[in-house]
């Protein structure tokens, strides 16, 4: 961008000089709007959700067959919710601010098959791209039981047909893993930021990896490319796919459920807080969708970014979108928290979703780490550094004055809330690479 155009922008857009800088931001969202204003925006409904909800059923079988750690949910990839006292207290005390009501975490870091919460949207496509070709080719009916695709047959069917795609590394993983369990060929693009042991187990599996020297966005660029030629090789495309979004706002409805098991009440004078990790906007924005058709306006979901790579806020903050890169910038985007590391936000999450999120902040790599190395001592749950992200969450929406009023946040309200921190990685971290991660805590 040339110099007179990043001064126009910077005019019309002042916070830009607070993100060039790569300091600590919070920007809560004057454009938020209620449930039944946004919807409309997103251009997927409830039946889209419940669609992908009866499909992950109809694959539970198999699901269950092929991984037996899923033995014990019969075949549904679900996580735990578990509160977190400790670190409330302790973020309580750090930034020295009240954080009224409870603060709970949902451990998709802990997600079966993959350890991340790309083991919702990454899985749900491919078993997506599955049934749709066996069903294609007369070798499945949805009245079947699924279970039949871990046979011999359909494997050797599958082996025909490959997969693509571009990824940081979590992504490729849950692809990787599901596709090669399936029988399909397929091929994970890793960025720069790709850690190895990723890259190893997916190698291991019999994936094939190709190793890029760029960021995230060159290497989603590299699938695309890889897949464009050949009919029988299936994209997936994390900067634009509705499937992947569907797959994970699955995730709204297991919530509630959870919740009603739990007796944790949400409605108007018991709002739900939701902090989810950000990087290219799939993720976090198919959780929030899911999150608002089950609660709707009672949940209130805030994304977290690193300050080296704050894609979503700057395409949302100045409606730009993916006509942005952070780069343009200036800014980097190299962050130690690589599930995080992409510089342009998702053609579509962004437009869908930016009426139903309530604000953006961006966090530091160090504060990253400190946060890593206080809930492993504090609560003995090791994450990768990019679930951390959402944990100061509670910190700026309890220091937030203006963002209460305007909602009508009252104390009384905050007194009775739920903060519910999405930790979205590191499940599957080995032993070394914690330690290491750990010792860059400080702790
Ligand atoms: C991918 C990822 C995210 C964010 O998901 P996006 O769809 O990229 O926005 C958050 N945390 C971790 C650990 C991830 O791997």
Redesign the pocket.
């Known amino acids: 961008m040339n110099q007179e155009k990043l001064a126009e922008l910077t005019s019309s857009f002042p916070l830009l000089h607070n993100l060039m800088s790569l300091e600590e931001l919070v920007w809560f969202n004057p454009n938020a709007t209620t449930l039944e204003a946004g919807l409309p925006y997103v251009g997927l409904d409830e039946n889209d959700v419940q669609d992908a909800s009866e499909r992950l059923k109809r694959f539970a079988p198999y699901l269950c067959k092929a991984f037996p750690e899923l033995e014990a949910t019969r075949g549904i990839i679900e996580s735990e919710v578990q509160a977190i006292p400790a670190m409330q207290e302790y973020l309580s005390n750090h930034y020295g601010v009240k954080i009224s009501g409870k603060m709970l975490m949902k451990k998709d870091s802990h997600l079966p098959i993959s350890g991340?919460?790309?083991a919702r949207?990454g899985i749900y496509e491919v078993l997506k791209h599955a049934e749709e070709l066996a069903i294609n080719a007369g070798l499945l009916s949805v009245e079947d039981n699924y279970e039949k695709l871990y046979s011999d047959e359909l494997k050797s069917f599958f082996s025909e047909h490959s997969i693509a795609v571009g990824s940081?590394?979590?992504?490729g993983m849950s692809i990787g893993i599901i596709s090669a369990k399936l029988g399909f060929q397929v091929s994970v693009h890793m960025s720069a930021d790709a850690r190895t042991w990723k890259k190893y187990k997916l190698r291991s599996l019999g994936v094939t990896v190709v190793e890029h020297e760029q960021d995230y966005g060159v290497a989603v660029e590299k699938g695309r490319e890889d897949a464009k030629d050949d009919p029988k090789c299936f994209f997936i495309d994390?900067e634009n796919s509705r499937n992947l979004f569907l797959g994970y706002s699955v995730a709204g409805e297991r919530l509630k459920k959870q919740f009603d098991d739990m007796g944790i009440k949400v409605d108007s004078d018991n709002p739900l807080f939701v902090y989810l990790?950000?990087?290219?906007?799939?993720?976090?924005?198919g959780v929030a969708f899911g999150l608002k058709l089950a609660f709707g306006d009672n949940v209130r979901c805030i994304f977290a970014e690193p300050t080296h790579s704050p894609c979503m806020l700057l395409g949302v903050y100045t409606g730009l979108h993916d006509g942005i890169s952070v780069q343009e910038l200036g800014i980097d985007n190299i962050t130690a928290a690589d599930?995080?590391a992409?510089g342009r936000a998702s053609g579509f999450v962004g437009r869908a979703m930016e009426r139903l999120l309530d604000g953006f902040y961006t966090i530091t790599d160090e504060n990253m780490y400190k946060h890593l190395g206080e809930l492993s001592e504090l609560e003995d749950v090791q994450l990768?550094p990019?679930?951390l992200s959402g944990m100061v969450g509670p910190v700026h929406v309890s220091k937030g004055k203006e963002y209460q009023d305007r909602m009508d946040l009252t104390e009384e309200k905050l007194e009775n809330a739920t903060h519910l921190v999405w930790a979205?990685?590191?499940g599957m971290v080995p032993a070394a690479e914690m330690t290491a991660y750990l010792a860059k805590s400080g702790r």
């Open positions: 991340s919460i790309k949207g940081t590394g979590n992504l994390d990790p950000c990087g290219v906007g799939g993720g976090p924005g599930g995080l992409v990768e990019s679930a979205t990685g590191g």
